[in-house]
């Protein structure tokens, strides 16, 4: 009795047959049959519609089975600086790394190649880059990007308007990279991105404490504005620009209020802002950093000085309401004595002073009778202040 196994091979596959472990050779499509005793022969077969393909003896296939394979297979190698991107129907399959070998069947799925010189550009095409992160499940949870499981990774960064990137390649800064989306390809060099600020930014300089001319201790606040005019410069010359500015605005206003006393300073608050202005200004203009504005916030003084400056404020308001007060008595008397005058002068002046003499006593009588007309009211009132005299 003879006793044979038979193996399928379905239209979207292809098959591996193995002898005793041994490879033999490719199977198209087909049913093969084998006539034997025990289990001689074994077939491995590929589903097509899933085209990479991925076997121990990948390496021997394409260097003893040239002829097979290039029938067969896509093959995807790549050189010690270059790395290709795999599309399959025109959809980002798989990311080959530099001198890496990849085999792809050929069949339903249409392959295509994309190959990158990383001797000549590590960056990656903006549109490139956007279709590579939007890949479901392939983006990175850190800031190096996207990372295809099993293979090398994409470095991006996405710069907002109004900001510029500072690229470091390596640790040497290489240039300025503008608003947008930003990819690298990291097998090689080491990339990274600086995002820096253009716009206006505040800087607070809080409670220094400070001795004026005079040897009164201070505590100031200051407020600056500041914005970087040139990045580039203002990192190659300093290693942290915004604590080097701190530090000068600091030092300005030490000068600033150490050779000038309590009373010019109170007299003159913006003197302070122009000393450290003046300093800061021109020295961070150098380094592409431009200084806005310096303003001061506040002045505190000391409990006990501030105590001093009310009683000294107090006193200058009263002796400027004594002298207020004394300037009004002299007008009032001057004014008495230039209308009495004018009644010695005018008798019709006078009659009328008197009326309105008369009115002024009538307000605060209830009832009033008059005997002899009002020039005998006139000559009473007048006899009266004569006594009263």
Known sequence: MLFYRKFIVRKHERGLLFKDGDFVRFLEPGIYRFHEWRKRHEVECF????????????????D??????????????TGPAEVAVVYCNERVAEIVQPAERKLYWKGPVAIRVERFDLDRRLAIDAKLAKRL???????????????LPGRGAIFSREIAHGHVGLLYVDGELTGSLGPGLHAFWTYGPSVAIEVVDLRVKTLEVQGQEILTRDKV????????????????????????????????????????????????????????DRAVADRVGPKFAEIGIVVESVGVKDIILPGDMKELLGRVVEAEKAAQANV??????????????????????NAVALR????????????????LSVYGGLDGVLNELRSLSDLRR
């Open 47 to 62: 589903d097509l519609t899933e085209p990479a393909f991925v076997h121990r003896l990948g390496d021997y296939f394409v």
């Open 64 to 77: 003893a089975m040239s002829e097979d394979v290039a029938r067969l297979f896509t093959v995807v190698e």
């Open 133 to 147: 992160l939007a890949v479901p499940g392939l983006a990175s949870d850190n800031l190096a990007g996207l990372r």
């Open 217 to 272: 201790s201070l505590r100031i606040n200051l407020t600056a504005t500041y914005r970087f005019e040139d990045a580039e410069k203002a990192v190659g010359a300093t290693k942290d620009p915004l604590d080097h500015l701190y530090k000068e605005i600091q030092f300005g206003l030490r000068a600033a209020v150490g050779t000038r006393t309590l009373d010019a300073l109170l007299e003159d608050k913006s003197a302070i």
């Open 324 to 345: 207020i007060r004394r300037r009004e008595e002299t007008n009032a008397t001057r004014s008495l004595l230039n209308t009495a005058k004018v009644m010695e002068s």
């Open 352 to 367: 009328l002073k008197e009326l309105e003499t008369l009115e002024k006593v009538t307000e605060k009588v209830g009832n």
